[in-house]
């Protein structure tokens, strides 16, 4: 009993470690790479001013209410896997202000969601949310910011739907399957059978993550990379102008051929 309550809190600190080092890690790429192209172009301003704060806050209240609106999707996946398009915020938020402010989008949704609705996934679903969130939002943003036309937006979107869906599948796979098993303390057998009352397809791990991960992420991705193509360009002025200096010094300014 002792013992098995002492693996029980050794097993959730590794987890809450994991979670804070793969935050740490999105975090400073995305600093990184937003330094990097701030250099590049001369501009010596702060990564986070008080008003790109503000638009974060806007764009995380925004997500975590989409992000609340989760549903299953049964034909999809178990009930436990769940579909939402807290994305399409993150991903706006991304190619307005940055790398670094799709990561804290991404980020402070999740802190609000557990502190308004707590978790049922024993907090490995909201990694997997955050994570695999941040392999869209991050990848597509980064690209955008070193060209900012439509051409460029509609690859970098296509760039980022690819990665999410290889690395979100395989992530799950490797990692979040076998650490919800233990946490939440069901068995991997009664995971691969729930998959495989969907899809008969699925009979071990690697199959369920190709016929049941990889279709809600491909679903996902595509989606929130669709809708934010269709806002992005008329929200645009009203978000250039919540950032001035921005568009200012990086050039960024509305013509034919910009996104």
Do not use: W
């Not at 400073?28 to 008080?50: F, M, P, S």
């Not at 996946?77 to 994305?87: G, N, T, V």
């Not at 991050?138 to 439509?150: D, E, H, N, Q, V």
């Not at 979107?157 to 098993?181: D, H, K, R």
Request: hydrophobic share 55%; aromatic share 10%.
């Amino acid at each position: 009993m002792g013992n098995g309550l002492l693996q029980s809190i050794a097993d959730n600190v590794i987890f809450v470690l994991v979670c804070v080092g793969v935050a740490a890690a999105l975090f400073l790429i995305a600093y990184g790479t937003e330094k990097t192209v701030q250099k590049k172009n001369g501009v010596t301003d702060r990564i986070l001013t008080t008003r790109k704060i503000t638009m974060i806050g806007l764009f995380s209240a925004l997500a975590v209410i989409l992000h609340m609106l989760d549903f299953p999707v049964p034909f999809l996946a178990p009930s436990f896997y769940q579909l939402d398009f807290s994305e399409i915020p993150a991903l706006v938020g991304a190619f307005a202000f940055g790398p670094v402010a799709g990561v804290m989008i991404e980020f402070c949704k999740i802190l609000l969601k557990l502190v308004i609705k707590g978790t049922s996934t024993a907090f490995v679903g909201d990694l997997a949310n955050f994570v695999i969130g941040c392999s869209l939002v991050l990848p597509a943003s980064i690209l955008y910011m070193f060209k900012k036309t439509k051409k460029t937006a509609v690859a970098a979107c296509a760039a980022g739907c690819l990665i999410m869906t290889v690395f979100g599948t395989a992530f799950n796979g490797v990692y979040l399957l076998p650490a919800f098993s233990k946490l939440f303390g069901m068995p991997m057998e009664a995971i691969i059978a729930a998959g495989a009352q969907i899809n008969g397809n699925i009979h071990n791990v690697t199959s369920f993550v190709i016929f049941a991960v990889a279709p809600l992420n491909i679903v996902k991705s595509v989606a929130a990379s669709g809708v934010t193509m269709l806002i992005y360009k008329p929200l645009s002025p009203i978000l250039k102008n919540a950032n001035p200096v921005r568009e200012r010094r990086t050039g960024e300014i509305s013509n034919s051929g910009n996104a």
